[in-house]
């Protein structure tokens, strides 16, 4: 999929990766559901969100959590308040340890109500961004507080982190998949 560089190229991504996540999430048999994610036979799964994320749940909540951000992101800093994307004490560097919070603020979170924000905070954030022009989503320099353009944060927390949650779906079905063998 390449990446959007124009406003409608991003919600038609948005709404396409949504659309496969959704189909992906509604084909997860119970016995996929059920099971605990496990990918601690996997050498080429290094990084923390593999060891982090356990269920379904965890991956709404997520994708939730960096709709979040740039909600409250683009809020603050269109209504004055200068604000970075990452909020303190996090940073590019150590954006793991926030993923890790969010984790934990959501255990007590149930599936039905994980899902949930997910499906409202998509359609907030797909709101937003068709409230900007194409130059203002994709134009460099527009908003001074915009390292890059600011269409960049909608691809990332929307149609990329989308492919992401589908990436680690399908392997949770291929691992259940192997272990039934």
Not at 14 to 21: F, G, H, R, S, V
Not at 36 to 49: L, V
Not at 107 to 123: C, D, G, P, V, Y
């Amino acid at each position: 999929m390449p990446r959007a560089q124009s406003k409608k190229d991003l919600v038609e991504a948005a709404n396409e990766q949504y659309d496969k996540l959704v189909q992906l999430v509604d084909s997860l048999s119970e016995t996929e559901l059920a099971t605990e994610f496990d990918f601690s036979d996997d050498p080429k799964k290094t990084e923390r969100h593999w060891r982090r994320d356990k269920n379904l749940r965890d991956i709404y909540v997520h994708l939730y959590e960096w709709h979040q951000l740039l909600l409250g992101w683009v809020a603050s800093n269109e209504g004055g308040t200068e604000k970075p994307f990452i909020p303190e004490p996090y940073s590019w560097k150590t954006y793991g340890d926030m993923n890790e919070k969010f984790w934990q603020k959501h255990q007590n979170t149930s599936l039905k109500e994980a899902k949930e924000l997910f499906e409202k905070s998509h359609q907030e954030v797909l709101k937003l961004a068709e409230k900007y022009t194409n130059e203002q989503l994709f134009g460099r320099g527009v908003f001074p507080w915009v390292n890059t353009d600011l269409g960049s944060y909608f691809v990332s927390v929307m149609p990329s982190h989308y492919d992401w949650a589908m990436k680690k779906l399908k392997a949770h079905r291929k691992n259940v998949s192997n272990k039934a063998k």
